[in-house]
């Protein structure tokens, strides 16, 4: 049997922060256009149990990847390697490498995350299939494209609500450019 804790919660910058992603001179945001979130995810299949965390974010250096993964690991009681972190790959949240003030409130909000999911910790029958579309086009010199999406559905055990439905492909969101300074979940 499989069980299944969610939760979700709100790092979104309060104060003026470096950005990371479009390699500007000057990187400092100048607002909000949309928050920042990190979803949390605990799945337990008999005794072993292991984490997923999806964070608006670029992606950090491998340090504090490694510094967030072994806190959550200790929440846990799990080895690090039972921890996955994923990002939305947005060029616009802050450079986890210069605003150290802000990593320290994400890692905050994540383990905080950590300990709600774990109090909804549920049965869910989960299914997995693949879908093909064509969501883009290769912007280098080259015709191929992964048309494949997965699909991980995941529902309630006793009424058969969906709990998560996780979607993956391979297609870099464009919405914002370079002259974007507003923080956002949104590509650029």
Request: glycine share 6%; charged share 20%; proline share 2%.
């Given at each position: ?81 039972k921890v996955m972190l994923c990002f939305s790959h947005t060029h616009s949240a802050p450079d986890d490498s210069i605003e150290i003030e802000y990593f320290n409130f994400l890692c905050m909000q994540v383990k905080i995350g950590v300990q709600k ?72």
């Amino acid at each position: 049997m499989a069980s299944l804790g969610l939760y979700e919660v709100d790092i979104t910058p309060t104060k003026p922060v470096q950005t990371v992603g479009f390699g500007r001179e000057d990187e400092l945001s100048r607002g909000i256009l949309h928050s920042l979130s990190a979803q949390v995810s605990i799945w337990q299949f008999g005794a072993d149990k292991c984490c997923f965390v999806t964070i608006d974010h670029i992606g950090f250096e491998s340090k504090n990847a490694y510094i967030l993964r072994s806190d959550i690991a200790d929440i846990l009681s799990i080895s690090i390697d039972k921890v996955m972190l994923c990002f939305s790959h947005t060029h616009s949240a802050p450079d986890d490498s210069i605003e150290i003030e802000y990593f320290n409130f994400l890692c905050m909000q994540v383990k905080i995350g950590v300990q709600k999911a774990l109090n909804t910790m549920r049965p869910v029958k989960l299914a997995w299939g693949n879908a093909y579309s064509d969501i883009g086009m290769n912007r280098r010199a080259s015709d191929n494209i992964d048309r494949r999406i997965g699909i991980l559905k995941v529902v309630d055990v006793d009424s058969g609500i969906l709990k998560l439905l996780l979607l993956r492909l391979t297609a870099h969101a464009n919405v914002l450019k370079e002259d974007n300074y507003l923080i956002s979940r949104s590509s650029g």
